[in-house]
């Protein structure tokens, strides 16, 4: 079983408000994903990070901003939600070696904005 | 076009049915092959992962390459109840870690 960590699993706020979702690891991987999926849809890479103080944009474009000071630590952040903000993040690691497929996920974190 | 094609279903077996899941992709440098499994409002588990073609057997699960036709499946025999869930495929060329993902398909199986 992966030992990824998200936390809210479920969040409701309101317009406007800023918003962290944690994410932690601690298998000690270099890799750090974070994919947005909407009910039925496939997922899609929103930031990746490579290793500490790295970070990239996926390829779905996205307001959110992330951050790795830690390798085990992987938070996003949302300066002030929308409802288009609305949908399922997934955090997922995986390691530096070609086995890299091996990607795990966290549970989730279920954002709605109101 | 998407990169990666998959029919969303769902497929409704009976128990003890072989299904059959697949997808087709257009992108001809993808090396690297998954089937995830994502059970409702959780995040998706890595079931199965092939290189290049050919055949890779798992329990009761297989997974299928056709480069030539871009094409990979996934078949399960004896399906269970259990097995209700949706399943993704993922692909990525090599040296790449970023995966491409299926819509998923989602697959009933009632007792």
């Known amino acids: 079983e992966a030992d990824i960590y998200q936390t809210p699993r479920y969040l409701v706020i309101g317009t406007g408000k800023k918003i962290t979702l944690e994410c932690s690891q601690t298998?000690?991987?270099?890799?750090m994903y974070w994919y947005q999926q909407d009910p039925g849809m496939e997922l899609h890479l929103i930031h990746y990070?490579?290793?500490?103080?790295?970070?990239e944009k996926g390829d779905l474009s996205s307001e959110s901003t992330v951050s790795r000071i830690r390798t085990e630590h992987f938070p996003l952040t949302l300066e002030s939600a929308r409802p288009s903000h609305t949908s399922q993040y997934l955090c997922?690691?995986?390691?530096?070696?070609?086995?890299?497929?091996?990607?795990?996920f966290g549970e989730g974190s279920w954002l709605t904005v109101v | 076009q998407k990169e990666v094609e998959q029919d969303p279903g769902p497929l409704s077996v009976p128990e003890g049915a072989i299904v059959s899941l697949n997808c087709t992709y257009s992108?001809?440098?993808?090396?690297?092959f998954m089937w995830y499994r994502q059970y409702s409002r959780k995040g998706p588990e890595l079931l199965m992962y092939?290189?290049?073609?050919g055949n890779k057997e798992d329990g009761r699960f297989t997974a299928q390459v056709d480069k030539s036709s871009k094409y990979i499946s996934l078949f399960i025999r004896d399906s269970q109840p259990s097995d209700s869930a949706t399943y993704l495929c993922?692909?990525?060329?090599?040296?790449?870690?970023?995966?491409?993902f299926g819509t998923g398909t989602r697959l009933l199986v009632s007792p």
């Open positions: 092939t290189y290049s073609s």
């Open positions: 298998m000690g991987h270099d890799k």
């Open positions: 993922a692909m990525r060329n090599t040296g790449f870690q970023k995966l491409v």
């Open positions: 990070s490579y290793g500490v103080n790295s970070t």
């Open positions: 997922a690691s995986s390691d530096q070696g070609d086995s890299g497929n091996t990607i795990y």
């Open positions: 992108n001809s440098a993808f090396q690297y």
